[in-house]
């Protein structure tokens, strides 16, 4: 096997049930799927054995097959043998991973990147053009967009998206403004305009289980909710300068503003696609408002799933951060479990082919969603204007 096929090979390689890529053991069974623990194939095995090649051959399945410890191949995942784990080798030394937990003062690493760090590390960069160390909350104080939209969107958010689906910008707005805008989401939520979130093809009750969130639409020229309307010109401006150079799509319009709260006490959104079935949507953009947020005592990480990658993206909902990533099935992604109150507010922008093509098939959406809104005009208010 050639150094190119066997390094494709460990680019497949993860765990099945959470998607880990290291320190990975093989089934004893089929030998083509792989686990990070024997708790963790264990777990996944009422799935797992409706595929396990050895179950085809009428096997006994009513646990995963352990066998004796087997010394693995050079660069090949250690096979599932038993409960311990004596006899594996040495690791050999390898690349650090992108962790927020552990960085170094010279590349603070704003977001969780589990492997394959030194590869998509450059999706996120702080919109102040800062290069500084940042504060625990990610943001400078006062910061603001030093590079004028055109040249950001240009130069960082189009090649990033065209090369790995997803583009982070941290101190999108700094500090001021987006307090002022955390302020109108809380007032929101204080006075009961939020209700429980819907899925696209929702027909009952059974949502709670799959989403925890709570959500309000907003337009953004509502009374009370100015600062929201701010931040989607903002974002518009720089959606408009980047429009016709991601991948293949005309944007001519977007949803409304979702705003969302997940309440703490372990909410989350189970593994998904925002736009599996061709609706329009292109492209998802979440603001998130969350102060001093810690995803080792919190929670709520965004999980992506890059299509046709091992890895997985972890993006912390810290304040002022702006996330694009692609709506279609290139981008499967999950809400983690969050144990304090997490908002955001996102908005997916719609392609014109797409969405005209699904409006002759069926009427998209559920609630707002379904909503267009057109793009608004380049804006040149600042803070006072609204």
């Known amino acids: 096997m050639s150094c190119e096929a066997s390094e494709l090979n460990r680019d497949r390689q993860y765990c099945e049930l959470c998607g880990k890529m290291e320190n990975l053991l093989k089934c004893g069974r089929c030998r083509n799927s792989f686990y990070c623990s024997k708790e963790h194939q264990k777990q996944d095995w009422k799935k797992h054995k409706l595929v396990c090649k050895e179950a085809k051959k009428g096997q006994s399945l009513s646990q995963p097959l352990v066998q004796p410890a087997v010394q693995p191949a050079e660069h090949e995942p250690h096979q599932l043998c038993g409960a311990e784990k004596e006899g594996e080798p040495q690791k050999t030394p390898a690349e650090p991973e992108c962790n927020s937990a552990s960085q170094s003062a010279d590349d603070p690493g704003p977001f969780n990147l589990p492997a394959d760090g030194e590869r998509m590390r450059d999706f996120i960069t702080p919109a102040d053009g800062s290069d500084t160390k940042q504060t625990r909350d990610g943001i400078k104080t006062n910061g603001q967009t030093k590079s004028r939209p055109q040249k950001f969107a240009m130069e960082y958010i189009v090649p990033c998206m065209n090369k790995h689906g997803i583009c982070v910008v941290d101190n999108f707005l700094g500090e001021d403004r987006g307090l002022c805008i955390l302020e109108e989401v809380k007032s929101l939520y ?129 304040f002022d951060r702006l996330l694009f990533f692609w709506s279609d099935r290139r981008n499967p992604h999950e809400v983690q479990p969050a144990f304090s109150t997490r908002f955001a507010i996102t908005v997916w922008y719609f392609d014109a082919d797409e969405r005209a093509r699904a409006k002759e098939k069926y009427l998209t959406g559920a609630g707002e969603k379904g909503v267009k809104v057109e793009l608004n005009k380049p804006s040149d208010l600042s803070l006072k204007d609204v």
């Open 190 to 318: 204080d006075t009961g305009r939020f209700t429980d979130g819907q899925l696209v093809s929702q027909k009952s009750d059974s949502s709670k289980d799959i989403r925890g969130d709570k959500i309000t639409w907003i337009e953004g020229k509502e009374p009370g909710c100015e600062k929201i309307g701010f931040l989607m010109s903002r974002v518009d401006d720089l959606v408009r300068h980047c429009n016709g150079k991601l991948g293949n799509y005309k944007i001519n319009g977007r949803t409304k503003a979702m705003v969302a709260c997940y309440p703490g006490n372990g909410t989350g959104y189970v593994r998904h696609v925002d736009n599996p079935n061709g609706d329009g949507r292109c492209v998802t953009c979440i603001y998130y408002l969350n102060r001093n947020w810690d995803a080792k005592d919190h929670g709520g990480l965004l999980r992506i799933f890059p299509e046709g990658k091992a890895q997985f993206a972890d993006i912390e909902p810290r």
